[in-house]
């Protein structure tokens, strides 16, 4: 069974019934009403312990369902979602000056980013809603993730993406059988389109800053961070998590999640969130920085899952660092195009730009003393690296041309470099 209670504004703090209200706060508007889910946690704790979550079979984000907005099983699809890989990577932690790094491959879930955990989510909410079509904006992963999953869950889907959207991301979003626009402008811009254009034809909006419940399964990945860290560490869990910010939505999700299992007694001591954004693109660093409110900026980078100039959840974005003592740091697209290899070469683990930013975030912080040498890290790695081979083929370098002469292969062994 479900505990969740209903959902209250973080704007105005007004509560309300689940059948209320289906994406925002009507007395703030969706700028500013976003909406927390709340739950009975004082009746929870029976059914969730640490003790009857170990002895829970299910190897997916499922496995938390008394902590999930969700009433009706039935309607949850059959792709395999979360339960992803936490590794233990001595030789990044090297690399990036910390005692101890783990990296958590979300690249493994069924479209291979971490958005999966959030359209998982938001097509049962569709469901229930009995709705007919559901649409997003994005600039590509939680695109190809809904797209996915509402195959899956055989709704129809439509999508807005900006034209500089990756190519292996579009080509999931029509393989899957999405209707798609390309919008020829920004995110932003493209954000705006499918906002008008749920309202204009009643589509169901998984649109993550306005939509209360994907966040819901965003948190799923610190329910695992926390189980899968009592298993390997037992007794500690690191002092930082680490993931890349782009509209708010993850960093708040994995806020909530900690939260969470620290309120159910499954940790002692709550880490702290660094926030990692790109420095063509860092709206919550200089809003943290200066201790001022969101000023919209332009997005300059090639890391598109972050490129957001007007991040749409900007409160609960902040309000991780901000309650967790943490910090945001920028990186440069060189520093992000350079952990690329790093994290494939030292820990065996591919990822996109955004999907490594959180890595060259650490080694940042590292060298301005935001992290300690001694101190501990667990970075989210939010997208395969096969998602957009064009940044991948710039970090990467260049083959061997060679014909097909063993005489060629001895002449360039014995004079490659080592890498
Ligand atoms: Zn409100």
């Known amino acids: 069974m479900t505990y969740f209670t209903g959902l209250r504004c973080v704007h105005c703090g007004r509560e309300y019934h689940a059948d209320e209200v289906d994406y925002f706060c009507p007395a703030c508007g969706y700028h500013d009403g976003i909406l927390d889910a709340l739950y009975d946690y004082d009746s929870m704790r029976k059914e969730i312990n640490p003790a009857t979550l170990a002895g829970n079979g299910n190897r997916s984000m499922w496995r938390y369902l008394p902590l999930l907005p969700i009433a009706d099983q039935t309607l949850i ?10 590794y233990d990577a001595p030789k990044v932690a090297g690399e990036l000056g910390v005692a101890r790094c783990w990296v958590k491959d979300e690249g493994r879930n069924p479209t291979a ?5 959030a359209s998982a989510m938001g097509v049962v909410k569709a469901l229930e809603k009995k709705a007919s079509r559901i649409t997003c904006a994005s600039t590509g992963n939680a695109a190809s993730s809904l797209a996915g999953f509402s195959a899956a869950a055989g709704i129809p889907a439509t999508i807005f993406v900006p034209a500089r959207a990756p190519e292996a991301k579009v080509a999931q979003l029509l393989i899957y059988g999405a209707q ?13 389109l499918c906002m008008a254009a749920a309202a204009e034809f009643g589509w169901y909006n998984r649109n993550c800053a306005i939509n209360p419940y994907l966040i819901e399964g965003k948190k799923t990945v610190s329910l695992e961070l926390v189980e899968q860290f009592r298993t390997l560490t037992p007794g500690s869990f690191p002092d930082w998590i680490v993931v890349s910010v782009g509209d708010g939505c993850t960093i708040g999700g994995v806020w909530k999640g900690l939260k969470e299992m620290h309120l159910l007694g499954f940790i002692p001591r709550l880490p702290r969130i660094l926030g990692v954004q790109a420095d063509g693109c860092k709206p919550f660093l200089t809003a943290w920085r200066d201790n001022c409110g969101l000023a919209p900026c332009d997005a300059n980078t090639l890391a598109d899952s972050i490129a957001v100039g007007h991040p749409r959840n900007f409160s609960k ?12 740091v920028s990186v440069s697209d060189e520093e992000i195009l350079g952990a690329i290899p790093m994290l494939a070469r030292k820990a065996g683990v591919f990822g996109e730009p955004a999907g490594v930013a959180g890595a060259a975030g650490v080694k940042r912080a590292v060298e301005s003393g935001i992290i300690g040498r001694s101190e501990t890290v667990a970075i989210i790695m939010t997208g ?3 998602k957009d081979i064009q940044s991948a083929i710039r970090a990467a370098g260049n083959t061997i041309a060679v014909q097909p002469d063993m005489e060629e292969v001895r002449k360039a062994v014995n004079t490659a470099v080592t890498v």
């Open 77 to 86: 699809p059959h792709l395999q979602v979360g339960w992803t890989p936490l």
């Open 113 to 117: 980013s971490f958005k999966d955990r």
């Open 180 to 192: 798609v626009f390309s919008v020829q402008g920004t995110y932003d811009e493209a954000w705006e």
């Open 317 to 328: 974005g902040m309000r991780a660092v901000t309650e967790s003592g943490g910090a945001f």
């Open 384 to 386: 395969n690296g096969l």
